[in-house]
T-cell receptor, first 114, second 112 residues
Framework: GAGVSQTPSNKVTEKGKYVELRCDPISGHTALYWYRQSLGQGPEFLIYFQGTGAADDSGLPNDRFFAVRPEGSVSTLKIQRTERGDSAVYLC????????????FGPGTRLTVL | QQQVKQSPQSLIVQKGGISIINCAYENTAFDYFPWYQQFPGKGPALLIAIRPDVSEKKEGRFTISFNKSAKQFSLHIMDSQPGDSATYFCAASTGNTGKLIFGQGTTLQVKP
């Protein structure tokens, strides 16, 4: 079956602009996670959803970052007033349920802020 | 408390050799310890995982050794192959959340 998909695969934007990154999880997976991976580093947790609600958003770096999952499936990560330090690969993962189920990662969106 | 420390940063092994990557954690509430494999341009993929009620888990050529008292765990890749060349990440999480805390990664190169 289809895995986790993320669009776009690459996004180049200018400092100060707004961007949206989309994640399509595996069908039937109730838990969805966003991570950010900087070059040469491990993924860093941003937020996770159980169904439609954000169960833990403790990893969002500041109020410029926001994520939604209105129907409990597709999720969008939104970044306002982008800064050069936001440049990274944004990874989405889903799992059947929360807790210690296997998380299946998408290929990521590479965001470059000029 | 949330940190997971991974070593070495990079590793070169000859084909057929054993690759060993180590991780140490601080938070004793962690109860799930997966290893992920990542190829360039791809997302991480689960390789093998262990819970602290066992000291070792083996799946094919991959083995996790877990030392609860030392708060350390390691990945052993037996009979390493050039196709194993990738970046490996250890991670940890607690049972009531899937939030994974990742190590910094180890880049493995297996020479033919």
């Amino acid at each position: 079956g289809a895995g986790v998909s993320q669009t776009p695969s690459n996004k180049v934007t200018e400092k100060g602009k707004y961007v949206e990154l989309r994640c399509d999880p595996i069908s039937g997976h109730t838990a969805l996670y966003w991570y950010r991976q900087s070059l040469g580093q491990g993924p860093e947790f941003l937020i996770y959803f159980q169904g439609t609600g954000a169960a833990d958003d403790s990893g969002l770096p500041n109020d410029r970052f926001f994520a939604v999952r209105p129907e409990g499936s597709v999720s969008t990560l939104k970044i306002q007033r982008t800064e050069r330090g936001d440049s990274a690969v944004y990874l989405c993962a889903s799992s059947l349920m929360f807790s210690s189920d296997t998380q299946y990662f998408g290929p990521g969106t590479r965001l470059t802020v000029l | 408390q949330q940190q997971v420390k991974q070593s070495p940063q990079s590793l070169i092994v000859q084909k057929g050799g054993i690759s060993i990557i180590n991780c140490a954690y601080e938070n004793t509430a962690f109860d799930y310890f997966p290893w992920y494999q990542q190829f360039p341009g791809k997302g991480p993929a689960l390789l093998i995982a262990i819970r602290p009620d066992v000291s070792e888990k083996k799946e094919g050529r991959f083995t996790i050794s877990f030392n609860k008292s030392a708060k350390q765990f390691s990945l052993h890749i037996m009979d390493s192959q050039p196709g194993d060349s990738a970046t490996y990440f250890c991670a940890a999480s607690t049972g009531n959340t899937g939030k994974l805390i990742f190590g910094q990664g180890t880049t493995l190169q297996v020479k033919p």
